[in-house]
């Protein structure tokens, strides 16, 4: 099993020097630096997220301001209050696309955060903040099994483009756990999610880096990284 300092030679090796791989790196959101999100904020990256997956990226950020528009800015009190009818209205609108599952997925995520707020007596913006970096995959799975439409990487993505700390299990990363034996089954079994998680703790151990730059650094390491007619791909 590759060390922390094993990953980042071959990382350095690989992106053309630690300069150039410091660039590429970025760190997530503190603590303090996510509280200020509101619950809209995570049921709108949610949302996206969705509607992202099996479509084609460009075309959602395009309609994404008549989403906030026909769903309150995803304002969760008033989500909560939509009808069926209503939903469904929505569902046939031209100016957003017109899946009616994922539309639907909407208002029952709105409903999951305000049921986590009522049992946590927080709001879900606090209840993910405190959430432990160490065991980051029970937030996933906690977002997969209360929420709707949030598992496999939905709900992992949906937490890195608000900030949150978290690894992914991109191609690279997935193919870098199992080419080191650290993951034998299905990427997305608990036996599979508590090695990753475990070997990504023993890397944050050695290095003090975020999950975040583990992440990247690991992903590095696999795949089609290395320095090619004098530009780096940056995959």
Not at 2 to 22: H, P, T
Not at 74 to 84: E, V
Not at 106 to 126: G, K, P, Q, Y
Request: with cysteine; charged share 25%.
């Amino acid at each position: 099993m590759l060390s922390f300092d094993d990953i980042y030679s071959i990382a350095c090796q690989r992106k053309g020097g630690e300069q150039a791989l410091a660039s590429l790196l970025v760190l997530p959101q503190s603590q303090k630096q996510l509280l200020p999100l509101s619950d809209s904020d995570y049921l709108s990256a949610f949302s996206k997220k969705i509607f992202q997956s099996g479509f084609f990226w460009r075309v959602v950020e395009s309609k994404w301001e008549n989403f906030e528009e026909l769903f309150w800015d995803f304002d969760i009190d008033k989500l909560l209050l939509m009808p069926d009818d209503m939903l469904e209205r929505r569902a046939s609108d031209t100016r957003i696309i017109r899946n009616y599952r994922k539309i639907k997925a909407i208002r029952d995520n709105a409903l999951m955060i305000d049921e986590t707020r009522r049992n946590n007596d927080c709001s879900f913006v606090e209840f993910v903040a405190a959430w432990p970096v160490d065991n980051i995959v029970g937030l996933w799975l906690y977002l997969k099994n209360n929420g709707s439409r949030l598992g496999g990487n939905t709900g992992p993505y949906s937490l890195r483009s608000l900030g949150v700390d978290t690894f992914l299990l991109s191609r690279d990363v997935e193919g870098f756990l199992r080419l080191h034996n650290i993951v034998d089954t299905g990427i997305g079994s608990q036996r599979a999610l508590n090695a990753t998680q475990n070997y990504f703790n023993e890397l944050q151990h050695q290095s003090g880096r975020s999950l975040r730059e583990l992440s990247k650094l690991v992903s590095y390491c696999f795949g089609d990284n290395r320095e090619t007619a004098g530009r780096i791909n940056t995959h």
